[in-house]
């Protein structure tokens, strides 16, 4: 089973300043067709995770473009250009790679100082 | 565009639940949906999931042959039948829906991330 690792597991940003989050997984994540299956979502406060990235690199539908996803094989990143006070909460990293396997990494808190 | 979680509670370890999750505003049948839990104070973890027509379906090993996965697209509807349930699946239970085709198996895996999910139903498992 692919594990998936997240660092850091907590952050303080203030705002406007950019954040990094990195994701790495135990086996690549590029399928035989050439996509590589890495999600990052964000679950605010209270609520219900939302999608912001696919594939890596695709941005979901409504996400601000400060929200970039990057990486290839096993070591992917999530960066924040510029925090905003709305980005509180917790981010993770989702692997795809397999319909019937999917697995999420631990989390990385989110918190503007 | 929406789901609903409904069918939580409390219940004793070794007993039963089934859950609910209500589509609307899309087209269900179309979508691949999945279950995904998060226990109190953790983090996500990927339970279930079932194909559009739900004849191909997934489970994480640790609710192999205790929890079964089913769908009904004329009621829009999407269920999880919980068996001998232990006190480490308690946990927020939400449903989500998948964007995209196909499953890895083959080179036609269309895949765009879980872009809906509901609001979450809560099981507890105590005696």
């Known amino acids: 089973d692919v594990v998936m690792t997240q660092s850091p597991l907590s952050l303080s940003v203030s705002p406007g300043e950019p954040a990094s989050i990195s994701c790495r997984s135990s086996q690549s994540l590029r399928h035989s067709n050439g996509y590589t299956y890495l999600d990052w979502y964000l679950q605010k406060p209270g609520q219900s995770p939302q999608l912001l990235i696919y594939l890596g690199s695709n941005r979901a539908s409504g996400v601000p473009d400060r929200f970039s996803g990057s990486g290839s094989g096993t070591d992917f990143t999530l960066k924040i250009s510029r925090v905003e006070a709305e980005d509180v909460g917790v981010y993770y990293c989702?692997?795809?790679?397999?319909?019937?396997?999917?697995?999420f990494g631990q989390g990385t808190k989110l918190e503007i100082k | 565009v929406q789901l609903v979680e409904s069918g939580g509670g409390l219940v004793q370890p070794g007993g039963s639940l089934r859950l609910s999750c209500a589509a609307s505003q899309f087209t269900f049948s179309r979508f691949w949906m999945n279950w995904v839990r998060q226990a109190p104070g953790k983090g996500l973890e990927w339970v279930a999931n079932?194909?559009?027509?739900?004849?191909?379906?997934y489970y994480v090993d640790s609710v192999k042959g205790r929890f079964t996965i089913s769908r009904d697209n004329a009621e829009n509807s999407l269920y999880l039948q919980m068996n001998n349930v232990r006190v480490e699946d308690t946990a927020v239970y939400f449903c989500a829906r998948r964007v995209g085709s196909g499953s890895s198996q083959s080179t036609s895996y269309y895949y765009y991330g879980l872009d809906v999910w509901g609001q979450g139903t809560t099981v507890t498992v105590s005696s």
């Open positions: 989702m692997q795809a790679l397999q319909t019937g396997k999917y697995s």
């Open positions: 079932i194909d559009p027509d739900g004849s191909e379906n």
